[in-house]
């Protein structure tokens, strides 16, 4: 299986996340189309 | 970005392993507002409190995709005060990219950080010496033009 990037979809759950791991957080707009 | 430089094995690493990606619809309320969303694609960098400290606007291809956000990370190291990790980051990605359009304002940057931690002003010459060999053309060449004289 191909790897993708494991992107979360909540502002709630990527803090959370940032907070625990140390990292900074890479926030992308995107158009679904 | 779906295409060609998510798919990219190298920015699938570089992410997974140094950020945590967050993903949302342009017109995602309250999101879309609270960041003032006008364009997509556009990629801001966080900090773990969700201040923003880099935005982005447009298609990046995976070799400049990585240095913008590891200018994105220093800058946020930097805007903290937290210039031993700001300068860390610049190095790594001075070293590791050095064809990247983010090169000169990350030597920019860096010779701003050794001068906020040590307040020598050389380092800020030694930056404006730097980008006017490498990058004559360079808008931060311009910007470190009164270095010069330091």
């Known amino acids: ?27 992308d707009f995107f158009n679904p189309g | 970005m779906d295409a060609v430089t998510y798919p990219n094995e190298n920015v699938i690493e570089f992410i997974q392993k140094n950020m945590i990606p967050l993903r949302v619809a342009f017109d995602a309320q309250p999101l879309a507002t609270e960041f003032n969303l006008k ?3 556009t990629l801001i960098v966080l900090d773990a409190d969700g201040k923003e400290h880099q935005r982005t606007v447009g298609f990046f291809p995976p070799d400049e995709l990585i240095p913008s956000l590891l200018l994105g990370i220093a800058k946020s190291y930097f805007d903290r005060e937290r210039f031993s990790e700001a300068l860390s980051t610049l190095d790594k990605l001075i070293k590791d990219y050095p064809n990247s359009d983010s090169v000169p304002e990350a030597l920019y940057l860096q010779g701003v950080s050794k001068f906020k931690s040590t307040h020598n002003p050389k380092p800020l010459k030694e930056a404006y010496e730097q980008l006017q060999a490498k990058y004559p053309s360079s808008e931060w060449t311009k910007r470190a033009y009164p270095y010069r004289l330091l």
Do not use: F, G, S
Not at chain 1, 3 to 17: C, F, N, S, Y
């Open chain 1, 1 to 27: 299986m191909a790897k993708t990037i494991k992107w979360e979809t909540k502002m709630d759950v990527a803090l959370a996340r940032a907070k625990a791991e140390n990292k900074h957080i890479l926030l």
């Open chain 2, 39 to 41: 364009w997509t694609p």
